[in-house]
């Protein structure tokens, strides 16, 4: 059974650095799927940040304007994502999840959620 | 960028009764390529529909998907008490992936 584990710090201060790992079991992330990150707040909804692939490849969503970054860990089977510059406004659950890819970019598995608070 | 507008917002209705929610897009959906998901508080989002009208693996057959180009719907044909919950649409062939804003089933 495919499970997705998300960890990292519940509180980030403004202007600092998110940083989450998303722990991937009971499939290989270099195994054809794509591996995403969404997030989710009471303001604005259900929100795609982005999208990798073992080969390197990766898609954003541009109203995060190069704000954040996807890597894959090949040797421990989990994937990250760093957010810079963070602001209130990204206080939100953040979820791993993955996607079948080609034309299949839903996603069929999901992290539990980690609730980030941006905060001083 | 597509967006998604879903309706109704609320939709209050007793167990055993029909639902349908609606979920326009700005523009069309290119080989309806838009999925379902249902969301209960504390949950991730679990996968209904996709490519507007494929049950995904173990959904009941109550639940129903239909529509083309920029109009879709989901319908649940008799609701059963765990169906109450928040239901979401992606579209999912266009960069960025975007969802509507949810609606929420119920009990009246």
């Known amino acids: 059974q495919v499970q997705l584990q998300e960890s990292g710090p519940g509180l980030v201060k403004p202007s600092g650095t998110l940083s989450l790992t998303c722990v991937v079991s009971?499939?290989?992330?270099?195994?054809?799927?794509?591996w995403s990150w969404v997030r989710q707040s009471p303001g604005k909804g259900l929100e795609w940040i982005g999208e990798t692939y073992h080969t390197g490849t990766f898609n954003y969503n541009p109203s995060l304007k190069s704000r954040a970054t996807i890597t894959l860990d090949k040797s421990r089977n989990h994937l990250s994502l760093i957010l810079t510059s963070v602001t209130a406004a990204d206080t939100a659950v953040y979820y791993c999840?993955?996607?079948?890819?080609?034309?299949?970019?839903?996603?069929?598995?999901w992290g539990q959620g980690h609730l980030v608070t941006v905060s001083s | 960028e597509i967006v998604l507008t879903q309706s109704p917002g609320t939709l209050s209705l007793s167990p055993g009764a029909r639902a349908t929610l609606s979920c326009r897009a700005s523009?069309?959906?290119?080989?309806?390529?838009l999925a379902w998901y249902q969301q209960k508080p504390g949950q991730p989002p679990r996968l209904l529909i996709y490519?507007?009208?494929n049950r995904a693996t173990g959904v009941p057959d109550r639940f129903s998907g239909s529509g083309s180009g920029t109009d879709f719907s989901l319908t649940i044909s008799s609701l059963e008490p765990e169906d109450f919950a928040v239901y979401f649409c992606?579209?999912?062939?266009?960069?960025?992936?975007?969802f509507g804003q949810g609606s929420k089933v119920e009990v009246k």
């Open positions: 992606l579209q999912y062939i266009s960069l960025p992936r975007t």
């Open positions: 009971g499939d290989s992330i270099t195994s054809g799927h794509w």
């Open positions: 490519a507007a009208s």
């Open positions: 999840a993955r996607s079948l890819g080609f034309l299949e970019w839903f996603w069929d598995y």
């Open positions: 523009q069309r959906v290119m080989n309806n390529h």
